[in-house]
């Protein structure tokens, strides 16, 4: 049988070819440590960065990217997260990312370690709001007029905001 006109037989293709460049943004915020071996989840506008390795010693943070006005967060967690780990998988379900797996190292003989446990964090509006909160603190440390705060104050002011202080 032979289909005529069909809308499935048809290719469009642009007139134009889409150049692709490399950019490098100015960041804001305190990036994490160096690193290998971590995971980084697309979680709607930012990047999730957890755990892996600093080539010493396995790693337990969590940082987060807002792509969209590239700031750095570290933000501050409820509830116990996993182990120091490298290797592991990360999955974004939903809102909630989970944490699967890994290995780091044990805390009596600093033997190696291989996880088959799964960690979920709720990355829903709780933390969107907390996180949107501390980056308008952050800008307005910044950017305020009103005091003379030199670049290492404000990012020393930003890291107290960021740990709770």
Same mark, same amino acid.
């Given at each position: ?8 037989? !048809?290719?469009?293709?642009? %007139? ?6 490399? +950019? ?7 990036? =994490?440590? =160096?690193?290998?071996?971590? %995971? ?19 790693? !337990? ?14 933000? %501050? ?33 600093? &033997? &190696? ?31 305020? +007029? &009103? ?8 990012? %020393? ?9």
């Amino acid at each position: 049988m032979r289909h005529r006109g069909s809308p499935l037989r !048809k290719l469009h293709a642009a %007139s134009k070819p889409v150049k692709q460049t490399w +950019s490098q943004p100015t960041i804001k915020g305190t990036p =994490p440590a =160096p690193r290998d071996s971590h %995971s980084c989840t697309n979680v709607g506008d930012n990047l999730f960065v957890f755990g892996g390795t600093d080539g010493m010693n396995t790693l !337990k943070d969590l940082h987060i990217l807002d792509t969209s006005s590239h700031t750095w967060i570290s933000p %501050s967690i409820r509830g116990e997260g996993p182990e120091a780990r490298e290797g592991h998988s990360a999955a974004l379900v939903g809102k909630r990312l989970f944490i699967f797996g890994g290995c780091g190292k044990s805390l009596d003989d600093d &033997e &190696e370690v291989y996880y088959n446990d799964l960690f979920i964090l709720n990355t829903g509006a709780n933390l969107a709001t907390n996180l949107k909160r501390q980056k308008q603190e952050y800008e307005a440390i910044i950017s305020s +007029s &009103e005091t003379d705060l030199h670049e290492n104050e404000a990012e %020393s002011k930003w890291q107290e905001l960021k740990d709770g202080h």
